[in-house]
Nanobody, 121 residues
Framework: QVRLVESGGGLVQTGGSLRLSCVAS????????VAWYRQAPEKQRELVAR???????YYVDAVKARFTISMDNAENTMYLQMNSLKPEDTAVYYC???????????????WGQGTQVTVSS
């Protein structure tokens, strides 16, 4: 059973930084792509950043030049470094990964449980 477990959320002041981590555990053959999403109160979940196994990164305009997504393949861990945080970044952040489980012939998409990020003004 593949699981994604996040950590690193919390309360920070405007302009501060946080680093979110997401560890993929279980029987994994390969991780094809990883992403971070967020959901603010009364809003839909939205993509924040995406990173493929080929090294290609994508960021939504709202976080460009402030957030960095990365992947440690040896540890099956993805990160989201968030700098210059703003109150509008306040949301529950979810990691997402497209994974080929071991002994399975197709890919699945998995979600973490979410971690709260609150930026005070």
């Amino acid at each position: 059973q593949v699981r994604l477990v996040e950590s690193g959320g919390g309360l920070v002041q405007t302009g501060g930084s946080l680093r979110l981590s997401c560890v993929a555990s279980g029987s994994i053959s390969r991780i094809n792509a990883v992403a971070w999403y967020r959901q603010a109160p009364e809003k839909q979940r939205e993509l924040v950043a995406r990173f493929t196994s080929g090294g290609s990164a994508y960021y939504v305009d709202a976080v460009k030049a402030r957030f960095t997504i990365s992947m440690d393949n040896a540890e099956n861990t993805m990160y989201l470094q968030m700098n210059s945080l703003k109150p509008e970044d306040t949301a529950v952040y979810y990691c997402n990964a497209n994974i080929r489980p071991r002994y399975i012939t197709f890919d699945n998409t998995y979600w973490g449980q979410g971690t709260q990020v609150t930026v005070s003004s």
